[in-house]
């Protein structure tokens, strides 16, 4: 996954959980979680969304690395195509 197909994949699931939450608006260093007003469930179903739009389980202990768009970016770019 690239970089704009990673963005608009966030972009997309926050949308279902936090309407309001414009991503754009966030830099890439900055904490999702406290840029978007995201408490620790909305945090937890935005995980959840992503591991269920990739098909790839991402386990609990790799969501600090999901709280800045730049660590977002590059984890959903390292997963690879779930096998068939």
């Known amino acids: 996954m690239n970089e704009s197909e990673a963005r608009a994949l966030a ?3 926050l949308a279902g959980i936090a309407p309001e939450a414009e991503l754009a608006t966030v830099r890439d260093d ?3 979680r406290a840029a978007l007003d995201l408490d620790s469930m909305d945090f937890m179903n935005f995980v959840i969304g992503l591991s269920q739009r990739t ?3 991402i386990p609990e202990a790799d969501a600090p690395r999901l709280h ?3 660590g977002l970016v590059a984890y959903l770019g390292a997963l690879q195509a779930p096998r068939s």
């Open 30 to 32: 900055e904490d999702l």
């Open 55 to 57: 098909g790839h389980a």
């Open 68 to 70: 800045t768009l730049r």
């Open 11 to 13: 972009a997309d699931v």
